[in-house]
Structure formats: structure tokens, C-alpha cells
């Protein structure tokens, strides 16, 4: 993406991503008021994770989480679930590998089911 301008409505203020960047380089996003501002007491941190969390309850085998109007960067580092139901058996499930914002869960039967997905991004690897 390049100059690219994301604008969030956050408590009356709007945040302005400018220039070159990519997944891999969210260190370099400063996020005014965040952890790594330079006019904070820690200049060198890193951006902050950014985390959002849905809870879905219906019937199917394949439940879809869209993360797009959540997050600050188009896209989502790792996600964690929790799937209950009430059948009185084990149920294979999974999570598939999120496509852009969204993230689909598949078990191996139709259930009704309760899940909650959690979706974050900025997560740093070293």
C-alpha cells in the first residue's frame, strides 16, 4: 500500500497513516498518543497490538467473523477461538488461515454453536 490515508473516528480524533508500508514493517507506524509516540516517555516501543473480538451463536458447519470495519491495518496476524455447543459428542473444528479481514471457522458436522474469535494485528515477531 502506498500513501495510504486511514481515518478513524476515535474518541474525536482522527488518525492518518501516510506513506510506504506493509505488514511486515508496523514498527514504523507511529500512532500519536500510542505507546511509541516520541513526545512519550518511550520513543522506541512499538505499536501497540490492535485486538477485536466477535461472538457468534448459529447453525452451520462453516461460521464467518469479518473483522474489515474493527481494525486499524487491513489485515489480521493471528487469531484465537473458543467454539461451545450442547451436542453430546466431540466435534472436530477449525479455524481457517484469515483471508484479508475475514476468518472462517469450519467443524465437521452441522452444530449450533457459540464462538468467540479473536483477531489481532502489530503483533511483532522477533
Not at 476515535?10 to 510506504?20: K, P, R
Not at 447453525?59 to 461451545?84: A, R
Not at 450442547?86 to 452444530?111: C, F, L, Q, W, Y
Request: charged letters at 20%; one cysteine or more.
Amino acid at each position: 500500500l502506498s500513501f495510504l490515508k486511514l481515518y478513524m473516528l476515535f474518541n474525536h480524533t482522527a488518525i492518518q497513516l501516510n506513506g510506504t508500508w506493509k505488514q511486515e514493517r508496523v514498527s514504523d507506524v507511529i500512532v500519536l498518543g500510542g505507546i511509541n509516540d516520541p513526545d512519550q516517555t518511550c520513543p522506541s516501543c512499538l505499536v501497540p497490538t490492535t485486538t477485536a473480538r466477535i461472538t457468534i451463536t448459529e447453525t452451520g458447519n462453516m461460521f464467518t467473523f469479518n473483522f474489515t470495519d474493527m481494525m486499524v491495518f487491513p489485515w489480521i496476524d493471528e487469531v484465537m477461538y473458543t467454539l461451545s455447543h450442547d451436542e453430546n459428542k466431540t466435534i472436530s473444528h477449525v479455524a481457517r488461515r484469515p483471508e484479508g479481514m475475514i476468518v472462517v471457522v469450519e467443524t465437521s458436522e452441522n452444530i449450533r454453536a457459540t464462538i468467540t474469535m479473536e483477531a489481532k494485528q502489530g503483533v511483532v515477531r522477533k
